[in-house]
């Protein structure tokens, strides 16, 4: 069987990325259909070995379409998924706008898979925050093992996760350090060059920001509603890749030695911890890369059951792209969805 799967943001950092792990994948496809904005119309993007020009979003038909990769913000979601989804087309939206909508599975295929069958209330399916994939996809075994009452994570955010025109802004003001041009600061409320932002997304009236409130709702919902979360969420100066600090408190007893043996037999999950400079792994090393990287396993001594970890993953890939794909690969693995073109 193979699938017609349309690509809607397709000349976006994260668009590109999903064209390139399908077919990397091999994804079993008979036709790839890029669909933009008006102003990307006839834009060209590769696909493997073949080069598609961008389709108006607007005047396209879904009616013979499996699978839309939805990566074009949240108001383009929710005006376009239900109206998709009407059509019997499954949308995979990389947007927050239906994360935690209790009639749209929110999944994490190593963590929570099994939710994905929920997907046939609204034919929409909501990939998580970037910052939560990773996490969950690393909290995960050890939850499993010895139950995780609180997790306190700072966040180390590459500025990709911001979109095309925030590396464009982090290399602007990089070389105008270098030549002693002004540096302007469009993207972001302050210069990223040589610098850290403590603000990602808005700010809320408890003085949270969005994405740390993401962090926090998006995990209850995929892993389990009774962790106690807070996070701190810090845009860095790296073009992709995010990293984590993460502090985890269990009901049970669970020693470092334990969670690294734990962790290294977890799907999605790479360990690299030698206590040694340079045994772990940054974020440069992880772009391009599939798995989520754990180093620097150690216990917590301020708390009982506790134990800190290093997390690193692509947010582009695990955090975005990859996630959606894997979603329909769960889809198509448990037979939940069968092409419209029988004869394909």
Same mark, same amino acid.
């Given at each position: ?19 390139? =792990? ?31 020009? /961008? !389709? ?11 699978? /839309? ?18 059509? %019997? /087309? ?15 599975? *929110? ?14 209330? !609204? ?13 969950v996809v690393a909290l995960k075994p050890l939850h499993d093992a010895a139950k995780i009452k609180r997790v306190v994570v700072s966040t180390y955010q590459s500025v990709s996760g911001a979109g ?17 041009? #002004? ?6 409320? !302050? ?7 403590p603000q990602i997304d808005v700010f809320m009236e408890d003085g949270f920001t969005k994405e740390e409130w993401k962090m926090v709702a998006e995990t209850k919902k995929i892993l389990d509603p009774k962790i106690k979360l807070v996070a701190t969420c810090v845009r860095v100066p790296v073009f992709i890749s995010h990293s984590e600090a993460v502090n985890i408190e269990f009901?049970? #007893? ?23 400079? %340079?045994?772990?792994?940054? #974020? ?42 894997? =979603?329909?690969?769960? *889809?198509?693995?448990? !037979?939940? =969805?069968? #092409? ?5």
């Open positions: 069987m193979s699938y017609k799967v349309a690509v809607v943001g397709a000349t976006g950092n994260v668009g590109r990325e999903m064209l390139d =792990i399908l077919a990397e994948r091999h994804f079993p496809v008979r036709e790839v259909v890029a669909l933009a904005s008006s102003r990307s119309i006839g834009a060209e993007v590769s696909f493997g070995d073949k080069t598609l020009k /961008c !389709k108006h979003l607007d005047t396209y038909d879904f009616s013979d379409t499996d699978i /839309c990769l939805m990566s074009a913000g949240g108001s383009i979601s929710t005006q376009w998924s239900p109206r998709i989804g009407a059509q %019997g /087309c499954v949308v995979i939206d990389n947007s927050s706008a239906w994360r935690l909508d209790p009639d749209v599975p *929110l999944i994490v295929p190593e963590v929570n898979a099994e939710a994905v069958s929920g997907f046939k209330k !609204k034919y929409i399916i909501a990939n998580p925050n970037c910052s939560t994939a990773q996490l095309k025109d925030a590396m464009d802004e982090l290399f602007a003001q990089t070389r105008s350090v270098f030549v002693s041009d #002004p540096v302007e600061a469009k993207k972001f409320p !302050k210069r990223i060059a040589f610098n850290l932002i009901e049970n #007893p669970l020693s470092a030695d334990e969670a690294r043996d734990i962790l290294r037999e977890a799907p999605g999950v790479l360990v690299i911890d030698k206590r040694e400079p %340079g045994g772990y792994i940054t #974020p440069h090393e992880a772009a391009g890369e599939d798995a989520t990287y754990v180093s620097r396993i150690r216990e917590d001594p301020t708390v009982d059951n506790g134990l800190v970890l290093w997390c690193v993953s692509d947010n582009l890939r695990k955090g975005a792209a990859l996630n959606a794909i894997q =979603i329909a690969e769960v *889809l198509m693995n448990r !037979k939940l =969805i069968a #092409p419209k073109n029988s004869a394909a």
